[in-house]
């Protein structure tokens, strides 16, 4: 062992300590990271580094596309718009067994489609949800675990603030991501909603069926989301179409959220206030962990840890595919100690290089980057769900405190299985992902 790669293990050893101490994520890889350059090189190349390295992060144009989302699912919320969007799916499938459940599932994926944070879909569909769902004598470990779980389609549904990171990192397109990512997030949502129903099935006494609401008020609320979706398509069409970029349709998308908030009376000064609190708090932390994942990952170049790893990865004798499963299956574990950002921060540098060089269904490099990216990014919802720390279920149970987070855990076991089966689907069959970006672009 070269004392350079002595250096590094040495840094992710001391990392993961801080992290079982709770040292927040930022300076957990910051310290480190900061201590090893130091032992390579000298104090006067880490000043220099430090000198330059928050302004070039910072002043990065593409990451303004991310506290953009934030403010829009913040004045989202504040608006009232996540209300209503359960009142409408509650509207239209209430009335069968289960169909709270499904509701809250349909408003997580609808309202994921103006958010970009799990957390964020997670905590608010849960405020709106989980009375109604107590009300009507649902089951806490089928409430908390649908919401748990449908939280983590706010990162599967674009806009997706881990996907945009994702973008950023491995310098690819990010209206393509955000593509390739609209069947898998549709695909988890249609699973979620088949096993809610197998679940209602197999224990009926979990969820009672509701009185069917008139079709009268099923259309008000119906009419009630339109302009959610006319943000989505004039952002969304804005982009494909090309009459903006990305950034460009963050920034329409708020704006648009904005103004409808005002337009309901909902967004007052107080809300307003607390939607840009709340999108500042938000955005330093996420830009915190930047810094701290790029004192890191300046480290480990230096170490030549990730040129290593590639070459080693393209020299095992075992198959590409073998490669990429050990990897998700690393994500999985990686979720237990580390939130998605995170994650995406420390290892794509690392992983990325070796993922491009290996042979993966003949796809070239910029689909290929493509189809990985979503395939991580389906394993770290899996992450935010599964035990011992999903970090949804941690949410959810802070606001329903009366269900015990071990009736959570059993209920999530379904939706993981269909997590599994939907993750072994796309890197089995890569145009699943790729489809939409075919049509697109």
């Not at 967004?267 to 962990?289: K, N, P, W």
Request: charged fraction near 10%.
């Amino acid at each position: 062992m070269t004392p350079a790669t002595a250096v590094g293990l040495s840094m992710f050893g001391a990392m993961l300590a801080l992290m079982a101490l709770r040292v927040p994520i930022a300076a957990a890889m910051f310290i480190p990271g900061a201590l090893g350059y130091l032992a390579i090189t000298d104090a006067g190349s880490l000043f220099n580094l430090l000198k330059g390295s928050a302004v070039a992060r910072l002043t990065v144009y593409e990451l303004s596309v991310i506290p953009l989302f934030l403010l829009m699912g913040q004045f989202a919320t504040q608006g009232g718009l996540s209300r209503d969007l359960f009142r409408a799916a509650a509207a239209l499938v209430g009335h069968i067994r289960g169909g709270l459940a499904m509701a809250a599932i349909l408003s997580a994926a609808a309202f994921g489609a103006v958010c970009g944070s799990s957390v964020a879909t997670s905590a608010t569909i849960t405020q709106v949800a989980y009375p109604e769902m107590k009300a009507h004598g649902y089951h806490g470990r089928l409430s908390t675990a649908t919401l748990a779980t449908g939280g983590t389609l706010g990162i599967l549904i674009p806009p997706s603030v881990p996907l945009v990171v994702y973008a950023i990192l491995t310098e690819q397109n990010i209206a393509k991501l955000f593509a390739a990512a609209m069947v898998p997030g549709l695909l988890a949502t249609a699973g979620y909603l088949a096993v809610v129903a197998l679940y209602c099935r197999a224990r009926p006494e979990f969820a009672r069926p509701s009185v069917p609401v008139p079709w009268g008020a099923r259309l008000r609320a119906l009419a009630a989301i339109w302009p959610i979706v006319g943000i989505f398509v004039v952002v969304f069409g804005g982009i494909y179409g090309g009459l903006f970029s990305p950034t460009e349709g963050a920034a329409i998308g708020a704006l648009l959220t904005f103004c409808v908030g005002l337009a309901r009376g909902e967004l007052g000064g107080a809300g307003l206030a607390r939607a840009l609190v709340a999108t500042a708090e938000t955005s330093a932390m996420v830009f915190m962990i930047f810094l701290g994942a790029d004192m890191m990952n300046a480290s480990l170049a230096l170490t030549e840890m990730p040129a290593r790893i590639a070459d080693w990865v393209t020299q095992l004798p075992v198959p590409p595919l073998a490669v990429v499963t050990a990897v998700l299956l690393l994500y999985v574990v990686l979720g237990c100690v580390m939130d998605e950002l995170s994650m995406l921060l420390l290892t794509i540098p690392v992983i990325f290089p070796a993922v491009m060089a290996l042979d993966l269904w003949g796809l070239p490099p910029d689909l290929k980057a493509i189809w990985f990216g979503i395939l991580v990014l389906v394993t770290v919802g899996i992450g935010l769900i599964a035990p011992p720390v999903g970090l949804n279920v941690y949410v959810v149970n802070n606001l329903a405190r009366e269900v015990p987070m071990a009736e959570t855990y059993k209920g999530v076991f379904p939706f993981l299985a269909w997590d599994v089966l939907r993750v072994t689907l796309l890197l089995f069959f890569p145009a699943v992902t790729l489809w939409l970006v075919g049509v697109f672009f």
